[in-house]
C-alpha cells in the first residue's frame, strides 16, 4: 500500500508540536487475534510487533512478523469500539524499603514501583487492547507497566464515546 492511497482514506500523519507536545504513535503491541469482514487475502500473523499512528482521520496500524512489514489503515468513523484493559497489579512492599517508605509517604504507586528493590514487591500482568471496527476485530497485549501512556495515546484519538477503559 503506498503513502498517498493511506493518506487519501486516513489523512496525513499527526504534526508534532513542541511547545504541548503529545503522543502520536502507540507502544509496541504483539497480535493475538486477527478477524478481517473484508477478504481471506487480507490477514495478519499472530504474534506480530504491532503499533499505531495517529493520522488526520484515523490511525494507521503497522504489523512486522520477520521483517514483513504490513499496514492497514482504520478511518475514524469505521471504529466501533476500543476497549483498554489494565494487567492486574501485585503490591508487596517490603517494611522500611524504598518503595514502602514512598508509598507511606504518598507517592503514587506509578512512580514508587520502580524503587523496588525485590521482584516481589511490585508486578502488573500484561495490558490488553481490543479493537473493533466495521471491517476488523483484533486483540493485542504489551507490557502492563504502559498503561498509562496507551491511556493518553488512545484518548488523543477523540473516540470518547467509542474508548473504554478497564482498571482492575
Not at 496525513?12 to 503522543?23: E, H, R
Not at 504474534?47 to 514483513?68: P, T, V
Amino acid at each position: 500500500m503506498t503513502e498517498q492511497s493511506i493518506t487519501k482514506q486516513i489523512g496525513k500523519p499527526i504534526k508534532i508540536n513542541w511547545l504541548k507536545p503529545k503522543a502520536i504513535g502507540s507502544t509496541g503491541f504483539y497480535l493475538k487475534s486477527f478477524k478481517s469482514n473484508k477478504s481471506q487475502n487480507e490477514s495478519l500473523k499472530i504474534d506480530s510487533k504491532c503499533n499505531f499512528e495517529k493520522r488526520s482521520k484515523g490511525i494507521l496500524l503497522r504489523a512486522n512478523y520477520s521483517n514483513k512489514l504490513t499496514v492497514i489503515p482504520i478511518p475514524k468513523e469505521s471504529i466501533l469500539k476500543i476497549t483498554l484493559k489494565r494487567g492486574k497489579e501485585n503490591i508487596a512492599p517490603i517494611f522500611l524499603f524504598p518503595m514502602w517508605f514512598l508509598l507511606k509517604l504518598g507517592i503514587p504507586i506509578i512512580y514508587a514501583r520502580y524503587f523496588r528493590l525485590r521482584l516481589h514487591e511490585y508486578s502488573i500482568h500484561q495490558m490488553k487492547l481490543h479493537i473493533k471496527t466495521t471491517d476488523y476485530e483484533m486483540d493485542f497485549i504489551t507490557n502492563g507497566y504502559l498503561f498509562e501512556q496507551q491511556v493518553s495515546f488512545f484518548e488523543s484519538l477523540n473516540c470518547k464515546n467509542k474508548l473504554m477503559i478497564i482498571k482492575q
